[in-house]
């Protein structure tokens, strides 16, 4: 009796660990919006790091947060940093790792805390007439195993893609009442 009770709960603590094993470990994320400006103006305004403080949920989320950074803001290399004693917001660095001149910007995101990874975001506008620009923003992360489990219990794009769609459309507001 003693060894078919050790065995299932043998079993009960072996099975998330199992199920982990088939469980997708990586994510992405893409949303839009159309902005009523010229390309060239919106581009100048989200390839600069520093402007996510204006319109990223996430930065919001601390105001009291402390910041650094390294670099040229708006340049491969740029680096901006951030600290918060607020667990939703952590500490983590953002890089610019390429830009292609009005079209596409991409960036590293080191996150070193409540947990450590690294994940890749990027932005992409397009002009759709001379005075309208459709915005793009991207993320896709990962979760190592056995963490990835959580991915039967949280709907981790879901959560994002309303964090990226808060942050366009508050991109949105700030650019056309510019």
């Known amino acids: ?97 390429r830009i292609d001149e009005g079209k596409r910007i991409d960036y590293e995101l080191r996150f070193f805390r409540p947990f450590e990874s690294t994940d890749l975001a990027f932005m992409e506008t397009q002009a759709l007439s001379a005075n309208q620009t459709q915005v793009v923003w991207g993320f896709d992360g990962h979760l190592d195993y056995p963490m990835n489990l959580m991915f039967l219990f949280m709907d981790f794009e879901g959560m994002i893609s309303n964090d990226l769609n808060q942050g366009l459309n508050q991109l949105k507001t700030v650019l056309e009442t510019q």
Do not use: C
């Open 1 to 97: 009796m003693l060894k078919k009770l050790l065995l299932f709960v043998l079993v009960i603590i072996a099975l998330p660990f199992v199920v982990a094993l088939f469980v997708d470990k990586t994510y992405s994320v893409t949303t839009q919006v159309i902005i009523d400006k010229p390309v060239a103006q919106v581009f100048a305004y989200v390839k600069q790091l520093k402007n996510q403080d204006n319109f990223s949920v996430w930065a919001q989320m601390d105001p009291a947060m402390e910041k650094h950074y390294r670099g040229t803001d708006g340049t491969v290399g740029f680096v901006a940093g951030w600290q918060s004693d607020k667990e939703d917001v952590g500490a983590g660095e953002q890089e610019i790792m």
